[in-house]
């Protein structure tokens, strides 16, 4: 995307809808993601996709700390805070990262497998470190921006857990309690993080490169979903 330095800024509605016009790069329109909630993946394909998409849920918090560590205001340090404790939890067996593990071990993987990343595609593994690797090297503007695939996860989540419930006899309520729990979470969270850019992505330069931070991220789910599908293929 070429940046228009000279061009005046967007008016905050005209930002919010470019940024939210990216929502058909979401990876919930990926191939891998409509089979599974058309209840075509076998059991071995859920187990792939939970054992692989478990290294993006656990480099999370990495994630949100490198973001904390390049932002100099203090309020925005305050509230991203809270995302960390989310995901690892106050304690031991606690947080998102823990209830992701419990999806896994209901699809059928041993803990210790998922917890040694034996199943982890390469693709994926190169998709999520570039970008935790974006969220440490980026301006930690553009490294909040890059998380706005918040604010079209909340209906996803939503239609997950009913089509699983439905297509997957053998996963129950409680093996969904990732989603569940993050189903209003994450939509608090994509208002807070869109407030945020809107309020200090104040020049043109910013709210363009702001859009091409949300375009990235799209693009890493993207890569994850295509290396998870051809790593299920090879059963």
């Given at each position: 995307?070429?940046?228009?330095?000279?061009a005046?800024?967007?008016s905050?509605?005209?930002?919010?809808a470019?940024?939210?016009?990216l929502?058909?790069?979401?990876?919930?329109?990926?191939?891998?993601?409509?089979?599974?909630h058309?209840?075509?993946?076998?059991?071995?394909?859920?187990?792939?996709?939970?054992?692989?998409?478990?290294?993006?849920q656990?480099?999370?918090p990495?994630?949100?700390a490198?973001?904390i560590?390049n932002?100099p205001?203090?309020?925005?340090?305050?509230e991203w805070?809270?995302?960390?404790?989310?995901?690892?939890?106050?304690?031991a067996?606690?947080?998102?990262?823990?209830?992701?593990?419990?999806?896994?071990?209901?699809?059928?993987l041993?803990r210790e497998e998922?917890?040694?990343?034996?199943?982890?595609?390469?693709?994926?593994r190169?998709?999520v470190?570039?970008?935790?690797?974006f969220?440490r090297?980026?301006?930690?503007?553009?490294?909040?921006?890059?998380?706005?695939?918040?604010?079209?996860?909340?209906?996803?989540?939503?239609?997950?857990?009913?089509?699983?419930?439905?297509?997957?006899s053998?996963?129950?309520?409680e093996?969904l309690?990732?989603f569940t729990?993050r189903?209003?979470?994450?939509?608090?969270?994509g208002?807070?993080?869109?407030?945020?850019?809107v309020?200090?992505?104040?020049?043109?330069?910013?709210?363009?490169?702001a859009?091409?931070a949300?375009?990235?991220?799209?693009?890493?789910?993207?890569s994850m979903?295509?290396a998870?599908e051809?790593?299920?293929?090879?059963?």
């Open positions: 995307m070429s940046l228009s330095l000279s005046a800024p967007m905050p509605p005209e930002f919010v470019a940024l939210r016009g929502s058909h790069r979401y990876w919930g329109t990926h191939p891998f993601h409509r089979r599974m058309g209840g075509e993946l076998s059991e071995y394909e859920l187990k792939v996709w939970a054992a692989n998409r478990w290294y993006y656990c480099v999370l990495q994630k949100d490198a973001i560590s932002c205001v203090p309020e925005i340090r305050r805070l809270d995302r960390i404790v989310y995901h690892d939890g106050t304690e067996g606690d947080g998102g990262i823990e209830r992701w593990l419990r999806l896994c071990t209901a699809v059928g041993d998922v917890l040694d990343q034996r199943h982890v595609a390469p693709g994926v190169f998709a470190d570039a970008y935790v690797n969220a090297t980026k301006p930690w503007l553009e490294a909040v921006a890059s998380g706005l695939t918040e604010m079209f996860a909340g209906h996803l989540m939503q239609r997950r857990v009913a089509d699983m419930l439905a297509n997957y053998w996963i129950a309520p093996d309690s990732y729990n189903i209003d979470k994450v939509s608090g969270e208002k807070g993080t869109l407030d945020i850019v309020r200090h992505a104040v020049t043109r330069e910013h709210q363009e490169k859009i091409a949300l375009s990235f991220k799209t693009d890493v789910l993207w979903l295509d998870i051809r790593a299920a293929a090879k059963e």
